[in-house]
Every structure is written in structure tokens, then in C-alpha cells.
């Protein structure tokens, strides 16, 4: 493929102020990181690594129209126990730069595994993704079991279907900056509502740095999330936690819950209140709590209730 001198940019101007404002972004990072080119066949892929290297490994892998930059409100509280690598995707917003195009499942599975293999992590690693991170999290999981120790899941897109407003909203909101604001506010509700005044506000300023970053990088391609089958879903030998706000948008969390439930009971569920899509940064304190406590945990992981 040809690529220009603001590559994967829609022009310099654009490439000049993304790269500006996510260094004002990663000079806010609450703790000591450094950042770290990865080549990979599929491109350059950009990783913040926090924490003591000594300590056990958790990859973070954001969703869709998102960066590293989205753990910035749980990323003290990962790397004060673990060692802590956040991904730029190969094939999204942020400082990786791709070279070849996913187009498939198992193009994003290809290059998951082969930044895995360049990390030379000695440890099994431990892996959390939210949303299409969830799902590339589990694709990965299912491939690759012997390179994960536990599995970390928010709300992943790949558990029953998108749901029609969400395909709906989210088509019309392309049609222009301020639906697709109305989109991420209706996602987003439960933070957007927050009686926090500063989630609220940091609510506001994740939907206009997503809008911004779509408004600077190139348009994608965008590979739907297949729905897991269920001989798929039980066949997950790895320790794994699944969380969901209780008023999730994207899809039912009463429909994950349940499909769980009956296919997969071995998957410790965590249903989260008063949020939804929005998890971390509605329940950013809850979510961090639950993710540790099940990292932490030494002895054998038994199928716990939806709370």
C-alpha cells in the first residue's frame, strides 16, 4: 500500500494536531510510563508500559475509536500491582502506524500474537479489553491459550447481538459531528448523568477527543464483531471475568448475563450498577476494585453470581 508522509492521517495539519494533543495527554499519565515502538507485519504498534517490570504483566487492549490513552483513570491502580502494557490498536486512533489492513478476525488475532511474541513477556500474561478489545480478548484467547493466565473483560462486544438502536444511532450519527456527539452522550449516558460533577465532565471531553481523533485519522474500514458461539464461549479454558453495566446500551446485559449463565457458568460475571458502555468512567472505582480482587485471587477460580 502507498503511504503518505502524515500516514495513517487524513493530512499534516491533521497528523500535527492529533500528535500535539495526545502529548498533552500522555504528559497527564498519572504515573512514571515509557512508551515503546513494536514492528509488527502489520505495522508499527505504540505501547505505554507502567509499573515495575518485575511484576506480573496485564495487556490492555482499548475498543473501537479509542487509545491507550482510555485507562488513564485506572491505570495507578493496575500498576501499583502489576506491570502494565496499554495498546495503541494496529488499525485505529492513536501512535500506531499501520502498514497492512485487518480485514479479518484472524488478521487482528495475527498481530495480537505477534505483538505478544515481541514483548518477550516471560510470564503468562494477563489480558483486559473493553468493548471490541473484549472480543479481540477472547478471539485471542481461544487461539492462544497457553500465552494468557487470566482474562479480563468489559463489556465485550461478542456475547449476543448489537442492538438495533445501537446500529441505528450510530449510523445516523455519521452523518454529522453533532449526531455523533448525541450518539456517544446516549452510550455514555449513565457518566453523561453522572451526580459527579467531574465525571460529567470527563465524560464531555472523552466524546469530543473521540470525535476529534475520528476527525484526524483516516476513515477505517470496520470489522462488525461476530457473536461468539456457544462451543466457542465454553471452551475458554482460561480464568476469566466478565463485566457489564447494568443499563448497557450496545446490547442486553440482561441477554449476556443469562447466555453466560447457561453456556459458559465456569465465567465469573460482575454486573455493574448505575452504568453502562460507560463503565469506566462511570464506576471507575468499582470496576478497578472487582478487576483486582479477581487478579489477586490465588486460589481456583469457581463460577460467581451476577451482582
Known sequence: ???????????????????????????????????????????????????????????????????????????????????????????????????????????????LDELVTKLDLSERINIMGISFGGWLAVMYAISHPDRIAKLVLLAPASIVPLCIAFYFRGGIGKLNKHLFQSFFFWLFEDARNSENEITRTETKKAVEEILFGMECYQNKYELPPRVLTDSELASIPIPTLLMIGENEKAFSAKKVINRITRVAPEINTCLIPKAGHDLLLSQTEKVNEEVLLFLNRKKPITAQPAR
Request: charged letters at 20%; hydrophobic letters at 35%; aromatic letters at 14%.
Open 1 to 111: 500500500m502507498q503511504i503518505s508522509s502524515y500516514h495513517p492521517f487524513r493530512s499534516e495539519i491533521a497528523k500535527t494536531n492529533y500528535l500535539e494533543y495526545y502529548k498533552r495527554k500522555v504528559n497527564l499519565w498519572p504515573v512514571n510510563h515509557e512508551d515503546i515502538q513494536v514492528g509488527t507485519s502489520y505495522g508499527i504498534t505504540n505501547v505505554r508500559i507502567s509499573g515495575k517490570k518485575e511484576n506480573l504483566p496485564i495487556l490492555l487492549l482499548p475498543g473501537y475509536y479509542a487509545n491507550s490513552l482510555l485507562w488513564e483513570n485506572s491505570i495507578a491502580a493496575l500498576s501499583a500491582e502489576y506491570c502494565t502494557y496499554a495498546v495503541d490498536s494496529i488499525y485505529d486512533i492513536g501512535l500506531s502506524i499501520y502498514t497492512r489492513k485487518p480485514k479479518s478476525p484472524n488478521d487482528y488475532v495475527l498481530w
